[in-house]
């Protein structure tokens, strides 16, 4: 176990000695990251790099790319310490500390973290919303915060920084309804013609180097929940293939995922096995004299100093000559970059730019040309692995994100197919066991997606309430359990206990009742009836729940002729209690439509 230590600043010290004792116990008593770390290197293997905001790993440039050296020791300091006291994935610090640098040498000229102001700090959650997208941004900007109390808690700076909020609201990551929602969802996915063009594409087997890559990329994209950086950096030998707990063989592939989840192996379903095994075989094929030709010419180098992984190990090292049409820079290796492959899903704003799809001749079905992007792959494969169940922790391990609260960006099932899960309730669904019912659900193109839609619907604490409100308001604001449009899901053992707990709540008012009436208490008898009557109700409701003959996953919607509604008032009044009749009945077909063909 690492030794960690609590800083407690000297009162009769300044902020200046403070400083110079905290680096000096993180660098020689911290042992965070091991005992035999190299301190005064600027990249940390497996750990971190101190490179300045907006730098990629894989092409560092040590004279201009790290951080300031009056700015590094600092960094450092914190990062080993704040890790050590709280280990994360995420390692958001380092976003942090590369905003605060910024900021520091725009005013300063230098990065001396002991100038460092409110307006600093300003200006660096500007360089985070500059240089990181929506959630980034935000954890960037909270992590400034937590710098700034904690330089200001530890009098390690003169000024009082603690006062600073993050200006950088989080992101919106929930279910949201209606047609701009449902185009956002839609715009993070990949079309039904690019999944169906890029499989006809792959299955013709191509022969030009550059359709080779490109299909065979996106393919296994479609295999595991990756980012494009993390397929292009993958090694050669990076498959494996291990027994599980049944003794069956499992598939999977072994990377290093981005934003500090660090080492992981993603396993692959079995239904793409094959994809993946192909797709892998025809780059090895591609690369393979490209990586023997630098190997033999003595000229190879570390290209991710984070991975430890050289340019002749990496599964996609070939030469820039191998892609091009030309030919030219034969002798030229590299790896290409993701923005190498998304120029190659659509258009662009280049002279005689062809993507894949416009050399195979696909468009939609307006005759538009297609287009796509690397991480909408990413977001299929995730939202599908919702549909199916997936278990949250393990969503995230398979997709490598360090925080299984992530997952909510990726998930773009709609609102109503979130109704659909909980009517279809089982906890046993797993994407890679059996998912029951679930597969009719899972849609291939967006156009199926859509089709999913039913009805009106949100969740309440008894279950869910399928009143339409775009006809009328709630009659039974908090009467949820006295309405006829509440539906409750047998199994779900939380909101059985809430039933359970109202109705000894409603047992101790209608013994009260009864005391009133006997003691001729005013409107006790209606004070008696009502509750006579959801007493009733409630006992109806609870013996359903848990009769054992009711399978898990019913649902169960009691009538309740009874129950005052204003709208059934109105009706009443104006067409008379069998038109009333008519359109209840007429209700309930509509109801049982709604929720699969049955009330419970």
Request: net charge positive; hydrophobic share 35%.
């Amino acid at each position: 176990m690492a030794d960690i230590f609590h800083f407690t600043p000297k009162k009769e010290l300044d902020a200046a000695r403070n400083l110079k004792e905290f680096i000096e116990l993180c660098k020689n008593k911290l042992t965070v990251f091991g005992a035999d770390l190299k301190w005064d290197d600027w990249a940390w293997p497996k750990v971190i790099n101190f490179t300045k905001v907006g730098v990629h790993s894989r092409s560092v440039n040590p004279n201009s790319d790290l951080l300031a050296p009056e700015f590094m020791d600092f960094a450092k300091a914190y990062f080993r310490y704040q890790q050590g006291h709280k280990p994360t994935d995420a390692q958001n610090e380092m976003r942090a500390l590369r905003c605060v640098e910024q900021a520091l040498l725009k005013r300063y000229g230098s990065a001396d973290i002991s100038k460092v102001s409110i307006s600093d700090l300003d200006e660096a959650s500007l360089v985070a919303r500059q240089n990181y997208k929506n959630a980034a941004a935000y954890h960037a900007g909270r992590e400034i915060e937590q710098l700034a109390k904690f330089v200001t808690d530890k009098n390690l700076v003169p000024g009082k920084l603690d006062s600073w909020k993050n200006p950088i609201k989080r992101v919106n990551d929930r279910v949201n309804t209606g047609q701009k929602a449902k185009a956002e969802r839609e715009k993070k996915l990949p079309s039904s013609d690019v999944l169906e063009a890029m499989a006809e594409i792959f299955a013709s087997n191509p022969e030009n180097p550059k359709d080779i890559f490109t299909s065979s990329v996106f393919a296994m994209l479609m295999c595991a929940p990756s980012r494009i950086t993390e397929i292009l950096l993958l090694p050669v030998d990076f498959e494996v293939e291990e027994k599980d707990s049944q003794g069956d063989i499992q598939y999977g592939w072994r990377f290093y995922s981005g934003k500090g989840f660090g080492a992981n192996i993603k396993w692959i379903p079995k239904v793409m096995v094959p994809v993946a095994q192909e797709a892998i075989a025809r780059v090895k094929k591609l690369t393979a004299p490209d990586r023997a030709r630098l190997i033999k010419s003595g000229k190879d180098f570390l290209v991710d100093a984070s991975t430890d992984l050289f340019l002749s190990k990496a599964l996609f090292c070939m030469s820039k000559g191998l892609t091009h049409s030309q030919g030219f820079g034969r002798d030229i290796f590299w790896l290409p970059t993701n923005n190498f492959f998304n120029n190659d899903l659509g258009p662009r704003n280049l002279k005689n730019h062809q993507s894949i799809f416009d050399r195979y001749g696909y468009k939609d079905a307006q005759g538009n040309r297609l287009k796509a992007t690397s991480h909408q792959m990413r977001h299929l494969l995730s939202t599908i692995a919702e549909r199916g169940g997936m278990a949250q922790d393990d969503l995230a391990k398979w997709a490598g994100r360090a925080d299984a609260k992530q997952n909510r960006v990726y998930n773009q099932m709609s609102e109503f197919e979130m109704v659909v899960r909980a009517e279809q309730f089982d906890p046993s669904k797993s994407l890679f066991g059996p998912v029951g019912e679930a597969k009719k659900h899972i849609p291939i193109t967006i156009q199926e997606f859509n089709t999913l839609e039913k009805g009106t619907a949100h969740v309440t604490e008894y279950g869910f309430c399928v009143h339409d409100y775009t006809i009328s308001p709630c009659d039974k604001y908090r009467d949820c359990l006295n309405c006829a449009e509440q539906v409750c899901v047998k199994g779900e053992e939380e909101k059985l206990r809430r039933i359970k707990a109202q109705l000894a709540e409603v047992e101790k008012q209608f013994k009260a009742s009864e005391t009133a009436i006997n003691e001729g208490l005013a409107g006790a008898d209606r004070w008696y009836e009502y509750h006579q009557h959801t007493l009733t109700h409630l006992k109806q409701l609870v013996e359903i729940l848990e009769d054992p003959s009711v399978p898990d996953g019913s649902l169960i919607k009691l009538s309740n002729d009874k129950s005052f509604s204003q709208t059934n008032r109105v009706l009443r009044n104006k067409h008379g209690e069998n038109r009333l009749k008519q359109d209840q009945a007429k209700i309930a077909e509509q109801a049982k439509l709604l929720l699969g063909g049955g009330l419970g």
